[in-house]
C-alpha cells in the first residue's frame, strides 16, 4: 500500500493557462474523489468516480473544469482558462467501495495550485 | 442546504490534558456516517475515528473518542492525554455514499 499519490505537488500558472493534475489512488480502490480546499476552509467535493464512472458533480465545478478516469486507474482534473480564484489546494482521495456506507477516504498530500 | 458546522475556529490544550472538539451537522438521511479527520501541518489529511449513525454506542480509538447524540445532531471528538502530536487542524464530515461535507475545521495546538 504505497497510499495515494498526487502530481505535481505545487504548480504555479499564470491567468488563463490550462493546467492538469493527476491523482494515481490506491489500487485496490474503486472510488476516487477530488475535492478543492482553500486557506481556513475544509475541503469542498468536487467529483467522484466509481471505476471509470463519473458518479457525481459538484455545482461548483464549472464547465472549466474537466475530470477523468480511464480505464478506472489513475485520474486527471483539468482545469481550463485559470482564474485566481482557482488558486487552492486539490486533493484526491480513494476509498474501496465494500457495498456499505461508511468507507473511510485516504487522501493524498495535495497538489498546491497558484494562479498569478 | 445540509451542512457541518464546527463553531471553534482554534482551540489549545496542555500536553496530558483532554479536550473536546465540537461539531452539529444537517441531514434529512436516516442513515448515515460521520468522521473525525486530522491533518498536520503541511501533512496529508487522516482519518481519527467514525461513527454509524444507527449505532447508538460512541466510538472509541484509543485516546479518541466521540460524544454522538443523533437527536441533537451533535457529533464532538474528545482527545484524552494530549500530546504533541496532536496539534493540527481536525475537521468533522458528514457523509452517505461517500461524498463527504466537511466543517471548516478546529485549529488544535498542544502546548507542553
Known amino acids: 500500500d504505497t497510499g495515494v499519490s498526487q502530481d505535481p505537488r505545487h504548480k504555479i500558472t499564470k491567468r488563463g493557462q490550462n493546467v492538469t493534475f493527476r491523482c494515481d489512488p490506491i489500487?485496490?480502490?474503486?472510488?476516487l474523489y477530488w475535492y478543492r480546499q482553500t486557506l481556513g476552509q475544509g475541503p469542498e467535493f468536487l467529483t467522484y468516480?466509481?471505476?471509470?464512472?463519473?458518479?457525481?458533480k459538484s455545482r461548483l465545478l464549472s464547465d472549466r473544469f474537466s475530470a477523468e478516469r480511464p480505464k478506472g486507474s489513475f485520474s486527471t482534473l483539468e482545469i481550463q482558462r485559470t482564474e485566481q480564484g482557482d488558486s487552492a489546494m486539490y486533493l484526491c482521495a480513494s476509498s474501496p467501495f465494500v457495498g456499505t456506507l461508511g468507507s473511510p477516504l485516504h487522501f493524498g498530500n495535495g497538489t498546491r495550485l497558484t494562479v498569478t | 442546504a445540509q451542512t457541518v458546522t464546527q463553531s471553534q475556529p482554534e482551540m489549545s490544550v496542555q500536553e496530558a490534558e483532554t479536550v473536546t472538539l465540537s461539531c452539529t451537522y444537517d441531514t434529512s438521511e436516516s442513515n448515515y456516517y460521520l468522521f473525525w479527520y486530522k491533518q498536520p501541518p503541511s501533512r496529508q489529511m487522516i482519518l481519527v475515528i467514525r461513527q454509524e449513525a444507527y449505532k447508538q454506542q460512541n466510538a472509541t480509538e484509543n485516546r479518541f473518542s466521540v460524544n454522538f447524540q443523533k437527536a441533537a445532531k451533535s457529533f464532538s471528538l474528545k482527545i484524552s492525554d494530549s500530546q504533541l502530536g496532536d496539534t493540527a487542524m481536525y475537521f468533522c464530515?458528514?457523509?452517505?455514499?461517500?461524498?463527504?461535507?466537511f466543517g471548516k475545521g478546529t485549529k488544535l495546538s498542544v502546548k507542553p
Open positions: 468516480f466509481q471505476n471509470e464512472a463519473q458518479l457525481e
Open positions: 464530515a458528514r457523509g452517505s455514499q461517500g461524498n463527504l461535507i
Open positions: 489500487s485496490e480502490h474503486n472510488r
